[in-house]
């Protein structure tokens, strides 16, 4: 799986054939066509063409990825034999069914007041945030922050123990 960060605070996530994007906190227009776009909130932002565009609660499985919807826009992901988590908010209802995460996503503009409380109760094994998240993340956790530009991760890149805190740039 290839992870990147966009301009705008998303993310996009290449794995076996399928780009995955997620919502940015800037209504920047993307021209990138993605297979699945997670909407993070409820606003009338622009959606890019994209093969499948998740707006919320449900169960999808798409092109061999399979996804939850929690409220409030909470998305739990199944792809490459690893369980991820794409988090809009700290709200800890979102927590029920969401267990053994591998990698937690927090967006750009998603680093809410509590965040770094649920990522402590969630307890992923790597969280990969955005510059501002990545700050706030540090703050509440004391975890050091590893910056890149793209991240390239196989399930056995995986920590085992202790959480890991990637800052994606673009």
Do not use: W
């Not at 997670?38 to 999808?60: H, S």
């Not at 790597?126 to 975890?143: F, K, N, W």
């Amino acid at each position: 799986m290839i992870i990147t960060a966009g301009t705008d605070g998303s993310f996009k996530l290449q794995t076996g054939g399928i780009t995955i994007m997620t919502e940015g906190a800037d209504a920047e227009k993307s021209r990138m066509k993605p297979d699945i776009f997670l909407r993070m909130a409820r606003n009338d932002a622009e959606t890019p063409e994209a093969g499948f565009t998740v707006k919320g609660a449900g169960e999808y499985e798409i092109r061999g990825v399979e996804i939850r919807g929690r409220e409030p826009f909470t998305y739990f992901l199944k792809a490459e034999d690893m369980r991820l988590a794409v988090l809009s908010s700290a709200d800890v209802t979102a927590l029920e069914g969401l267990s053994d995460i591998d990698i937690a996503f927090v967006p750009d503009g998603r680093a809410v007041e509590g965040m770094g409380r649920f990522l402590r109760q969630l307890e992923p094994k790597m969280i990969i945030a955005g510059p501002e998240a990545a700050e706030r993340i540090h703050t509440d956790l004391g975890i050091t922050i590893n910056r890149t530009d793209k991240i390239t991760i196989k399930r056995k890149d995986i920590p085992s123990a202790l959480m890991n805190l990637t800052c994606l740039t673009p």
